[in-house]
T-cell receptor, first 113, second 117 residues
Framework: GENVEQHPSTLSVQEGDSAVIKCTYS??????FPWYKQELGKRPQLIID?????GEKKDQRIAVTLNKTAKHFSLHITETQPEDSAVYFC????????????FGGGTRLMVKP | GAVVSQHPSWVICKSGTSVKIECRSLDFQATTMFWYRQFPKQSLMLMAT?????????EQGVEKDKFLINHASLTLSTLTVTSAHPEDSSFYIC?????????????FGEGSWLTVV
């Protein structure tokens, strides 16, 4: 089955700096890679996703890159703000074939004002 | 707005009793839903895949007789924790895939905090 590894487990940055979270996956058949932001006690919120037919996707301060050859994808947050502080999870799945997400271990991002 | 709704958000029950948690897709039909369990400061652990009209598929190590899943309609899946014990206390959360033009997007319910006393 799929295995997703996520690094780092914790990340502390100064407000305004950039934050990068990296994930690797094992199943080359995976073709959908969403990123979720989870605040304490709340549901994971989809913040951005990328499908295997593109290498990069951007939405305002958030971007995701995908390298299918190397089987890794990354989340980039620029101009971080204190409200970006949360736990971020990457995930991978074979979309339209069960849709069962395999999650990374999570990254606790702390943005210091 | 919310795409997947989960109820209740919080529940406290006594040891030995059963608790039912509902997961609803609000504006789409979901033949498949997923149930996760999350311990504090940990990732989401898939418990089972709920299949409309057929039996759920459980992950290894998850007791199907303890965590009963019923997917009776295309918009509702329920998870019943039977004979609950304090070690069952956890955050339970469901998800469902919604079809889009470029593929499915997976959304989560609000989650349910279960405390067994």
């Amino acid at each position: 089955g799929e295995n997703v590894e996520q690094h780092p487990s914790t990340l502390s940055v100064q407000e305004g700096d950039s934050a990068v979270i990296k994930c690797t996956y094992s199943d080359s058949a995976s073709n959908y890679f969403p990123w979720y932001k989870q605040e304490l006690g709340k549901r994971p919120q989809l913040i951005i996703d990328i499908r295997s037919n593109v290498g990069e996707k951007k939405d305002q301060r958030i971007a995701v890159t995908l390298n299918k050859t190397a089987k890794h994808f990354s989340l980039h947050i620029t101009e971080t703000q204190p409200e970006d502080s949360a736990v971020y999870f990457c995930a991978a799945t074979i979309n339209n074939a069960g849709n069962m997400l395999t999650f990374g271990g999570g990254t606790r991002l702390m943005v210091k004002p | 707005g919310a795409v997947v709704s989960q109820h209740p958000s919080w529940v406290i029950c006594k040891s030995g009793t059963s608790v039912k948690i509902e997961c609803r897709s609000l504006d789409f039909q979901a033949t498949t839903m997923f149930w996760y369990r999350q311990f504090p400061k940990q990732s989401l652990m898939l418990m089972a895949t709920s299949n409309e009209g057929s039996k759920a598929t459980y992950e290894q190590g998850v007791e199907k007789d303890k965590f009963l899943i019923n997917h009776a309609s295309l918009t509702l899946s329920t998870l019943t924790v039977t004979s609950a014990h304090p070690e069952d206390s956890s955050f339970y959360i469901c998800s469902a895939p919604r079809a889009g033009s470029s593929g499915n997007t997976i959304y989560f319910g609000e989650g349910s905090w279960l405390t067994v006393v």
